[in-house]
């Protein structure tokens, strides 16, 4: 059998088999008032259940990553597919070893989504195995990113573990303005999410549908507007083009929608034309999660944070505060290891130098110091409660900006890692 093949294969089972396991921690938490057994024992039974499904789901994405490993010829972490597979896996690691010491069912419930999320947004990518380009041909390579990932893997469960908190402290009935601010911020969180998927549910709609505009841009230096030169630039549209390039023009469309003409350009300090794809791409999320958040919105007639919290009902707000320090404790110096000391170590061997303020560095820099400042806090100043899981909910916003807006959206040297 085709090593990649089977790759491919054992990586949508093991998508499947995540999304299974979070229908059945669903019914672990939902069901139980519903079910005829005692609370206590539907939950541990159907959260068995449950957890059994993840663990293969686990063994299947580590059978992908394997066979990807030796059917490519190199690790699977050099594009932007490969890497979102990998930290999709490392979700699932870290949530396995978290849950092997807690036991809280009701963690399945928020950090297997993560996972399966990580892993819809890696199938936006090109899946097609690519040579590594020279500067990736390095052992460093390895144990960079994997210990990155890694690392970042727990602040998941530790974002996952303070959402839960903020979902069961939260008092939603209350109209002071702290209290406002709390609920705010919970749906703005809920929001964010849901932004996501809402674009991955655009990009596999219009994609399904063969969706595809092309723009040209010719004899236009985008430096100095008006001075022609014989260059000539293409870029494909997957979705709707909401804005074009910056001074392009159509030349081709292909639609069942009948949606061709953009709105409006892109502006003219958006330099290059995959610019305006990206401010198309920011502009569908935006638009797509709004209209789900609002459809959401329209079934439960109520903030979404209001609508989950019941779920959370009889879970100890210390565990999960606790499991919220310890997934973050436990993640910081694996990534201090993995995104700073030996991604320093390959760019001395690949470029010449130890730091370059490359934008992908910097941000790497400030996730490490805003964890820093997260154990200072909690361990010198005593933080804990609501002011540790906002830490940890806003932390993991800025590890995935480092991930997804870095890469995607900020020309530099890691900018191999992204899209064609």
Known sequence: MNLLKFSNDVFIAAFFLYSIAFML?????????????????????????????????????????????????????????????????MVMVAFTVIFSIYRKILLGLFSVPISIIVMAYAAVFPQEVQPLIPSLRSIYLNIHVTL?????????????????????????????????????????????????????????????????????????????????????????????????????????????????????????WMKGVNAGRKLNTVLWSLLS?????????????????????PALDGIDESDLDEITYRAIAIGFPIFTLGALIFAMIWAQVAWGRFWGWDPKEVWALVTWLFYSAYLHLRLARGWQGHKSAWLAVLGFLVVMFTLVGVNLVIAGLHSYAGTD
């Not at 024992?41 to 299947?60: V, Y």
């Not at 030169?229 to 469309?253: C, G, N, R």
């Not at 958040?293 to 919290?309: E, F, N, W």
């Open 25 to 89: 921690f669903t019914i672990a938490i939902m069901g139980r008032k519903w079910s005829g057994r005692k609370p206590e024992e539907h939950t541990a039974r159907w959260g068995k259940i449950a957890f059994i499904t993840s663990s293969l789901g686990l063994l299947c994405h580590l059978a992908y990553f394997f066979t990807r490993w030796a059917g490519g010829g190199h690790i699977p972490v050099s594009n932007m597919y490969e890497f979102m597979s990998f930290l999709s896996m």
């Open 148 to 268: 990155a990932a890694l690392g970042e893997s727990f602040f998941a469960v530790g974002f996952a573990a303070g959402l839960m908190y903020l979902l069961r402290t939260v008092n939603f009935k209350s109209s002071s303005k702290s209290d406002k601010r709390q609920q705010r911020g919970v749906e703005f969180t809920l929001f964010t999410i849901i932004v996501i998927i809402g674009f991955l549910a655009s990009v596999f709609a219009f994609r399904g549908a063969g969706y595809e505009t092309v723009f040209i841009r010719s004899n236009v230096t985008v430096d100095n507007p008006g001075q022609n030169d014989s260059t000539i630039e293409k870029v494909s549209y997957k979705m709707p083009p909401l804005v074009a390039p910056y001074h392009s023009e159509i030349e081709s469309f292909q639609s069942f929608f009948g949606i061709k003409e953009p709105l409006f350009e892109a502006p003219f």
């Open 289 to 309: 999660g709004a209209v789900l958040y609002g459809v959401l919105r329209l079934i439960v007639r109520k903030p979404l944070g209001k609508a989950l919290q």
